[in-house]
């Protein structure tokens, strides 16, 4: 399993047009096949900042949606209200701790 962090940081007259557009496209992510899991995070200390946290069953399900019009109609939209570069991090649990 693949767990994908992004951290997102808006112009905070975007926040809510972002906000939006989660909204409305959460769906089609968590249905893309592959997609075990999506949350959208707020900062505690930045409310300019948001992290999405995805998981994946494998990298090439994270590649596909990556390549997916999907993907490609919610970035090109989100990519036009950020104030940053964002940030990602790719990660494979080595062990599970209960």
Same mark, same amino acid.
């Given at each position: 399993m693949i767990q994908r962090i992004?951290?997102?940081?808006?112009?905070?007259?975007?926040?809510? !047009?972002? %906000?939006? $557009?989660? %909204? !409305? %496209?959460?769906? $089609?992510?968590?249905?893309?096949?592959?997609? $075990?899991?999506?949350?959208?995070?707020?900062? $505690?200390?930045?409310k300019s900042v948001r992290y999405t946290i995805s998981h994946w069953e494998s990298p090439e399900h994270l590649e596909n949606y990556r390549n997916s019009e999907v993907f490609k109609n919610i970035w090109t939209k989100t990519k036009t209200l950020f104030a940053a570069k964002p940030i990602v991090y790719s990660l494979v649990s080595e062990m599970v701790i209960s």
């Open positions: 992004v951290r997102l940081e808006f112009r905070p007259e975007y926040i809510t !047009e972002f %906000s939006q $557009l989660f %909204s !409305e %496209s959460k769906e $089609l992510i968590r249905a893309m096949p592959g997609c $075990l899991y999506l949350e959208l995070l707020e900062d $505690l200390d930045n």
